[in-house]
């Protein structure tokens, strides 16, 4: 038989047990772990991956005219999202960098990094339309690939790292 959610049978938390469920706590309050979640406009939550303090992740795709992959990365700063840098292999349609936003340097391979753009993203969120298999948008993080046309090309989606700190 199950158990009724206010069943008056239980017992509440002793002094101890909810001091220790207050410290497990105090991390994710300070702003030390945040998630970084996409979301389709229609509330399906697409994917929701662990970002602690301090961590990166980028979102790559493929130039819709030139097929070559382009990055935006991303750092998890003081509970904040903050775009860090950009690898242009190409100063292609729409690809180009901006005088006095970050620094542009060689990747050795003929492209280009811009580096120390450092700029937070506004309510730590953005909106991207996600692209074709042939745009291939996805998240790198820990050395893994999320393929994000895989699962909702053609669909707007808004990326969100949470924090303590983040808008709601």
């Known amino acids: 038989m199950p158990v009724p959610i206010h069943d008056r049978r239980r017992r509440a938390l002793g002094?101890?047990?909810?001091?220790l469920c207050l410290l497990l706590a105090l991390p994710a309050l300070a702003g030390d772990e945040g998630w970084l979640e996409v979301t389709a406009d229609s509330g399906r939550l697409i994917a929701?991956?662990?970002v602690a303090e301090g961590e990166g992740w980028c979102l790559e795709w493929n130039h819709s005219v030139a097929g070559f992959a382009v990055l935006d990365c991303?750092?998890?700063?003081?509970?904040?999202?903050?775009?860090e840098r950009s690898h242009?292999?190409?100063f292609a349609a729409g690809l180009d960098?901006?005088?006095g936003r970050g620094r542009q340097v060689s990747d050795g391979e003929g492209g280009y990094w811009i580096e120390a753009i450092d700029e937070p993203v506004p309510g730590n969120r953005y909106r991207l339309r996600v692209g074709s298999s042939e745009v291939n948008h996805r998240l790198l993080h820990e050395g893994r690939r999320l393929g994000l046309s895989d699962q909702a090309a053609g669909e707007r989606v808004t990326i969100h790292l949470r924090t303590s700190a983040s808008i709601p």
Not at 15 to 19: G, S, T
């Open 88 to 90: 242009l292999p190409d």
């Open 97 to 99: 960098h901006i005088p």
């Open 48 to 50: 929701s991956l662990p």
């Open 15 to 19: 002094p101890a047990a909810l001091a």
């Open 74 to 83: 991303y750092r998890h700063r003081e509970g904040l999202m903050v775009l």
